[in-house]
């Protein structure tokens, strides 16, 4: 019987959770692809290879958040019988929203000052390229978790 209730909870959450949960997950699937293809390649012979990599990385994330987004209405919509909309928007989305931002530029500028230390120490270019990519990736999953737990806590 406790089953039922968490399974109503997950369907009833609002359009902003599905949002975090879809970007979560797409930031999973590409830290695995990811982290098999260095594995499996390296970083690459030059730094032209990994930002191009990373490019496509990037790419890659677009593109799973906006299929993730259709197949989550689709889900949500065959189990609600009606479509997953955004809601408008209230004092508790603000507050939320400002206090995930709040954590994901913080974290988002540490590890982008912090990408500046190899290349003042004089490393190869190629660590403070994946550490650029990594700031703002590390921030929008921070933004996007801290979203979801003020969302479930309250």
Known sequence: MAV???TYEVIAMGYKEWTAIVQLLS???VIVWLAMDFAAAGFGNTT???ATRLLWAIGALIAINIVGMILANILVAI?????LEDEPTDERDDMIDARSSRIGYAV???L????LIPLAMGFEPSLA???LFVA???GGVAHAAAQLVYYRVG
């Open 112 to 115: 982008a000052a912090l990408a």
């Open 4 to 6: 039922v209730p968490q």
């Open 79 to 83: 189990v609600r019988q009606r479509t």
């Open 108 to 110: 988002t500028s540490s």
């Open 48 to 50: 032209a290879e990994l």
């Open 136 to 138: 703002p990736f590390a």
């Open 27 to 29: 930031a999973v699937g």
């Open 129 to 131: 390229i994946a550490m």
